[in-house]
């Protein structure tokens, strides 16, 4: 049973889902959202108020000006793609606080989020002027 406790702690600290994510936000938690697809990607469509950084381009010189203090929540398309990982994997080497969002774009979407973008889709906003 001690495994299994550790395993789901674990699973907990490496991992944030979209309700969770929507929340932390709105109460104003010092999180940054990655989008970790292409910029092509993000131009069509992301999570509001998330900056575009591709998992390819995650370097010393393109987090320079990244506060190490705070939380980054990586995420991609979802449960079909591993840009999320890839991108927190490549934060954590960097030497980030990192969680990747279950489920991605398409679990924030189907918990009724709003989604910025040029192929955008209205849902429940962003409500912290964060």
Not at 29 to 43: L, P, Q, T
Request: aromatic letters at 10%; glycine letters at 10%; proline letters at 2%.
């Amino acid at each position: 049973m001690e495994d299994q406790i550790n395993y789901y702690k674990q699973k907990l600290e490496f991992e944030i889902d979209s309700w969770d994510l929507f929340e932390s936000i709105n109460r104003g938690d010092k999180i940054v959202v990655i989008d970790a697809r292409s910029f092509e990607s993000y131009n069509n469509e992301h999570i509001p108020n998330s900056i575009s950084l591709p998992h390819r381009k995650m370097s010393l010189e393109t987090t320079s000006d990244f506060d190490k203090s705070i939380l980054y929540v990586t995420y991609c398309d979802g449960i079909g793609c591993n840009a999320s990982t890839k991108g927190a994997l490549n934060m954590i080497n960097l030497g980030f606080n990192v969680k990747e969002l279950i489920g991605g774009l398409d679990w924030w979407k189907r918990d009724g989020y709003e989604t910025n973008g040029e192929s955008g889709n209205q849902g429940k906003p962003i409500t912290c002027g964060c």
